[in-house]
DNA sequence: TTCTTATCTTGACATTAGCAAGATAGATCC
DNA sequence: GGATCTATCTTGCTAATGTCAAGATAAGAA
């Protein structure tokens, strides 16, 4: 151990172990106390203990980071709306608490939420968050599937041509996540305030039982 | 005119006459060709031709700025749904040509739709864009009221209480902005390319339509 | 004319992303 | 065991940014 190196973090050796995954942690820090305008790749070094060039090695440049912090956003979310399905007993219900669920879960990350929707920070086509992302689409589709009654797709089922499958029921996925991210988007950046806090509850069952009631009429003409 | 002097923009005085207006046309400039990454202050006054602090006199910081690019592209909003709205001519219509005015209007100006809801970007409590954005709301609302056959409201009504008058409808209203915010801001990030391209034109009109059908039912218990 | 005020410039500082070159240590091979 | 290889991390640099403070300029008021 010479003396005379002064190492950013002395308690650690020059080969970090993990940075990656301390590089990842100290990101998901900074944005819960200062948000995105306070995430540099500067600072989550500083955080993790290494040098400011550190992270380059795993992820590239910026984009690549929030790339990676965006697919473990979408990962959460699928666990949150697995979880909050889990619960359901009943259709309404199920509908009910994917929206809760997904509204939650903007709320509880502001941040991750809104890079993980950021398409022009990203690099939307790296496999790992086409994969993350993938996923919470599956689950989103089956919530609908079975508001139509029709069978859910399991995850190799969804990889290999699920597209085929649901083809005839996009209209009405997409009608679902419209409803249910759009919520959770207007809400996120305080365009409800017109709405009471304390209803915004009692809205977001109302709205949810009256879509999930729709999905499950069959679509009139065109 | 004193030949010592280097002036940024030799052709300009040193007042400018309208820098304001120049700089928010430089803003709109840069957000449509570089988009919200190339974005800077110094660079908006390169492109105005002044030093590059030019602009804090009349914005304050970049926040300040961006507050004023978001005021006005709610005002561009509002325009593009009344041009679109007025061409209505039954309430299916009016429901989904408003829906295409606001995806298309997200697709058209992809920054300016991104800034204005980022509620962290910006002081959302700034007259401004409050009155920019209320008015935005208020062409939304009477799109909903409409659809449940009731009055619209004129801009007076719903500066003098219009909270009051749409309470017993806010859940619609709810309903109907989420779908068609959702609808364009999934669309706008990229989030819908399992639909092909050629497809996204008929699965707008048709969840529309469906949405307005609902719209104009009572809604049932609870 | 002189003073006042709004407007714009200059210069500086702290900070950032990204690059290039070098240092370190763990792993591999002989 | 020792030499080499390679991934990992550091140092130092450049160009750029937002913001501030101080000064310069012009337009209008007094």
Same mark, same amino acid.
């Given at each position: ?6 190492l950013?973090n ?11 995954q301390?590089?990842l ?5 900074v944005?819960q ?5 306070g995430?540099?790749l ?8 290494v040098?400011?060039a550190?992270?380059?090695h795993?992820f590239?440049?910026v984009t690549g980071?929030?790339t990676e912090?965006?697919a ?10 697995e979880?909050?399905i889990?619960?359901?007993?009943n259709?309404?219900?199920e509908?009910?608490?994917?929206t809760r669920?997904y509204? %939650?879960?903007? *709320? #509880?990350h502001?941040e991750?939420?809104?890079i993980m929707?950021?398409?022009? @920070? ?9 994969q993350?992302a993938?996923?919470?689409f599956?689950?989103?589709t089956n ?6 009654g029709e069978?859910?797709?399991?995850a190799?089922?969804?990889a290999?041509?699920?597209e085929?499958i649901?083809v005839?029921v996009?209209?009405?996925?997409v ?6 991210h759009g919520?959770a988007?207007l809400?996120l950046?305080r ?6 806090? %304390?209803?915004? *509850? #009692?809205?977001l ?9 729709? @999905? ?7």
């Amino acid at each position: 151990m010479p003396a005379k190196r002064e190492l950013h973090n002395p308690k650690a050796s020059y080969h970090h172990g993990d940075l990656r995954q301390a590089l990842l942690d100290a990101g998901d820090g900074v944005l819960q106390e200062q948000g995105l305008k306070g995430f540099t790749l500067r600072e989550c070094a500083r955080r993790a203990g290494v040098s400011h060039a550190a992270p380059k090695h795993h992820f590239g440049d910026v984009t690549g980071f929030l790339t990676e912090i965006a697919a473990l956003g979408f990962m959460r979310l699928s666990a949150a709306l697995e979880l909050e399905i889990a619960g359901a007993t009943n259709l309404d219900e199920e509908f009910i608490a994917t929206t809760r669920a997904y509204v %939650d879960f903007a *709320e #509880a990350h502001p941040e991750h939420f809104r890079i993980m929707f950021r398409c022009d @920070l990203l690099d939307d086509q790296a496999p790992n968050i086409r994969q993350a992302a993938g996923e919470t689409f599956r689950l989103l589709t089956n919530v609908i599937l079975r508001q139509r009654g029709e069978p859910s797709l399991s995850a190799s089922e969804y990889a290999s041509g699920g597209e085929v499958i649901f083809v005839n029921v996009i209209h009405d996925i997409v009608i679902g996540w419209s409803h249910i991210h759009g919520l959770a988007h207007l809400k996120l950046e305080r365009q409800l305030t017109m709405v009471p806090e %304390d209803m915004h *509850e #009692a809205l977001l069952v109302k709205a949810s039982r009256r879509l999930a009631t729709m @999905l499950r009429q069959e679509a009139g003409n065109t």
